[in-house]
């Protein structure tokens, strides 16, 4: 998410898209507005696809969603990259990509705490948010160093950028073929025959270990105590705001809210400067 926000926020500041994309006689409020609209198009794709998300994945399976995410994020990008002009592909581009995006930070963290041993789960979780402020970074080197490299005459500035972000997308697609599905997911819907395999692959241990059997004993304790497979719709909804569900809830929302209210994210016309 980090690098697909920068990368386009510096995209649109680059005198080569400007040009291609017929703004060269907007007024600066107009052009605001539309850069402002396309920003605005990708964090609402996050949001829906994030939205929809929790139930697929809890149906459907972490492995299969995380693909399916990656998948939709490349069919964003590409027609971004192939917008050639038109302000159309870039909107739809953006909102696709922005699905994409927001299915991924949901249920990404999530794979990553139930495959990981609790040991090292938090480390790994924060390594994950770590590496998505990183690419924002990224995102924004990469644009400075098209525009220094890259003739401005040649719609290759501003597409290298675009194309680029299909990168980690065909490697986080590509990557989930070879990973196996959560345990504790499979364990959720019964499978605890599949779990407890998956869980020695992962480990790397016998089925008869001391540390498989603790932590088949603690999925399984933990499965028949929170699992709401059983439960109506209207009690799923209203163990949200249990104590300490509503904490968690309200300390992520706070997170994320505050981390958009500084408004670096929102502000694709914050990238010129460094382009200058």
């Known amino acids: 998410m980090g690098y697909d926000t920068a990368v386009i926020g ?22 605001d507005n539309i850069q402002a609209n396309i920003v605005s198009t990708f964090q609402a794709g996050c949001f829906f696809g994030a939205l929809i998300t929790f139930p697929l994945a809890e149906k459907f399976g972490r492995r299969r969603v995380v693909m ?10 590409t027609l971004m990259t192939a917008a050639q002009g038109d302000l159309n592909l870039i909107y739809a581009g953006r909102a696709i990509a922005g699905l994409g995006i927001g299915a991924c930070s949901l249920v990404v963290p999530v794979y990553i705490a139930e495959v990981a041993p609790p040991s090292i789960r938090g480390r790994l979780i924060g390594i994950f948010e770590i590496a998505s402020q990183g690419g924002g970074m990224l995102g924004f080197w990469i644009n400075y160093a098209t525009d220094q490299t890259i003739n401005v005459e040649k719609k290759a500035q501003w597409i290298v950028p675009l194309a680029l972000q299909l990168f980690p997308g065909v490697m986080l697609v590509l990557g989930m073929l070879w990973c196996p599905e959560s ?35 603690e999925i399984r304790a933990q499965v028949e105590e929170r699992s709401t497979n059983h439960m109506s719709k209207s009690a ?3 163990k949200l705001f249990q104590k300490g569900t509503r904490n968690r809830m309200g300390i992520g929302l706070a997170l994320m809210f505050l981390q958009s209210f500084t408004g670096v994210r929102l502000s694709p016309s914050l990238s010129k400067p460094a382009l200058d």
Not at 10 to 31: N, P, Q, Y
Not at 68 to 77: I, S
Not at 189 to 202: R, S
């Open 10 to 31: 510096g995209t649109m500041a680059l005198t080569s898209f400007i040009r291609d994309f017929g703004w060269e006689g907007v007024s600066k409020t107009t052009r």
């Open 236 to 238: 799923q909804f209203k």
């Open 68 to 77: 399916a995410a990656g998948t939709v994020f490349l069919c964003g990008g």
């Open 183 to 217: 345990p504790r997911w499979l364990a959720r819907g019964d499978d605890f025959d599949g779990a407890e395999k998956i869980l020695c692959m992962v480990r790397g241990l016998p089925g008869t270990d001391p540390y498989i059997r603790r932590e088949m004993g």
